[in-house]
């Protein structure tokens, strides 16, 4: 028995056919959510949405266009379908675009082993008042907390079907609960703000509201009173709740898309060394219950486990069909997209080498220098890699925290950065991207 929507996705190419369309593929989401924020512990928002969005990718020999839509009536599928023929019959030729062979496509797959969708019962809004609530009553029990600028509760249910004229049909199912708060410590000039927050795909696997609450207040209380360091080359310590971006922008210089077109810094880097010996970056779509996880990617191909970088040397790009096409290698199935756009390439789930050190351990190891637990703006040369980005955090002396930093800028380059940082070994392991504290030597801060 075919689901309403899977009748959807295939009414949308049978449209693109009859407007002319070569070749074509849909997606079409479904779902529904839930937020509710709560302040001085009385409700102050409840929204509540749900929604069927359309998405429809037409061809005509290396000309292409995308669409999307709402309004699911027949009548609008035929229009959309005829506007994107008319489109892809003015755009310029793309050399490199078309869908998967059918011989590329995945063919075999078990959804239900990833655990993307929680079967517990949506839930009540009064219980998403009630964690928001929590939080909130818990960072404002912290000493030095002033008040709570927002506490949220979550719940949202999407299924997404996919199908296209190369005879590739999917769907799948995910759920995704949260709780974040953030809290704001002091008064007048002095007040600081710090949050914290956790989203997981399955309810059993959510921390507590109350704990969120009070690590949201614990992390603005201990920013009170912060000043600005000293200039000079200090090595940084990148917290675990930010060291993901350094890693994200190694992996955004390997994307297919920037190799590409020769915008990367790691252009010339395939097959040589980008990460100091025995580290790895490895991709694994399979793990169950993350939300990076998934058996096939955008344009239908099988995702699997691979080593991006391997004990410190690059391995390979990140690539899409269009992508691999244009640098004459094969797809390596990280076609990501949205409903109203063309594939393009991007990671699914990747984890760094942990190291063996605490991340106490470094902070003693590092004598004097400057653990990050936050950024702001962001300045990169993606041709270059240089970097630089407003940073605060806590200063270090003698291998201990001093007390606490804010205003400063730090740079450096990428390339030499992370051959230089040393890992730590608290990343946390049910995170898309398992990604412990980095040290980093000799970055240059401008402060004081």
Not at 131 to 147: F, I, K, N, S, T
């Amino acid at each position: 028995m075919t689901h309403p929507s899977d009748d959807l996705a295939q009414a949308l190419l049978a449209a693109a056919r009859r407007a002319g369309a070569e070749s074509c593929d849909a997606m079409v989401a479904t779902g529904g959510s839930q937020v509710i924020d709560v302040r001085g512990g009385k409700l102050e928002q409840a929204e509540r949405s749900e929604a069927t969005d359309v998405g429809l990718r037409v061809l005509i020999g290396q000309r292409q266009a995308s669409v999307s839509s709402s309004d699911i009536r027949p009548e609008t599928l035929e229009i959309l379908a005829e506007r994107a023929v008319a489109m892809a019959r003015e755009a310029p030729e793309d050399p490199h675009a078309g869908l998967a062979d059918p011989g590329q496509l995945a063919t075999a797959w078990d959804i239900s082993a990833l655990e993307l969708a929680d079967p517990a019962p949506e839930p009540e809004p009064a219980e998403l008042q009630r964690r928001a609530a929590e939080a909130e009553a818990a960072a404002l029990a912290v000493p030095g907390v002033a008040q709570v600028q927002a506490s949220t509760a979550g719940y949202e249910r999407r299924r997404i079907w996919m199908a296209a004229s190369n005879g590739f049909e999917a769907s799948h199912t995910r759920t995704d609960w949260y709780v974040s708060c953030a809290a704001i410590a002091g008064t007048g000039a002095g007040m600081e703000r710090d949050s914290d927050g956790d989203a997981r795909i399955w309810d059993a696997d959510l921390r507590s509201a109350a704990d969120i609450g009070a690590r949201a207040g614990a992390r603005a209380a201990e920013r009170l009173g912060a000043r600005r360091p000293k200039t000079g080359a200090y090595p940084v310590l990148f917290d675990e709740r930010i060291s993901t971006s350094l890693i994200g922008h190694l992996l955004g210089a390997a994307n297919g898309a920037a190799v590409a077109r020769g915008a990367t810094w790691l252009r010339d880097k395939l097959g040589q060394q980008v990460l100091p010996d025995g580290l790895s970056i490895f991709e694994d779509p399979h793990r169950p219950r993350v939300a990076g996880s998934r058996p096939y990617d955008g344009e239908g191909l099988a995702t699997q486990r691979r080593a991006i970088v391997d004990s410190g040397v690059l391995t390979c790009w990140v690539l899409d069909l269009a992508s691999a096409r244009q640098l004459g290698m094969q797809s390596t199935a990280n076609a990501k997209r949205g409903i109203g756009g063309v594939p393009r390439p991007g990671t699914w789930n990747i984890a760094l080498t942990q190291g063996d050190a605490t991340r106490a351990d470094l902070i003693r190891d590092m004598g004097t220098g400057l653990l990050v637990t936050s950024m702001i703006g962001s300045t990169i040369n993606s041709n270059t890699g240089d970097y630089s980005r407003g940073a605060s955090g806590f200063w270090i002396e003698d291998g201990e925290i001093a007390y606490p930093v804010n205003e400063l800028t730090i740079a450096g380059n990428l390339h030499d950065m992370l051959m230089r940082m040393t890992p730590a070994n608290d990343a946390r392991t049910h995170l898309s991207s398992v990604v412990p504290s980095l040290l980093v030597e000799g970055m240059t801060l401008a402060g004081a």
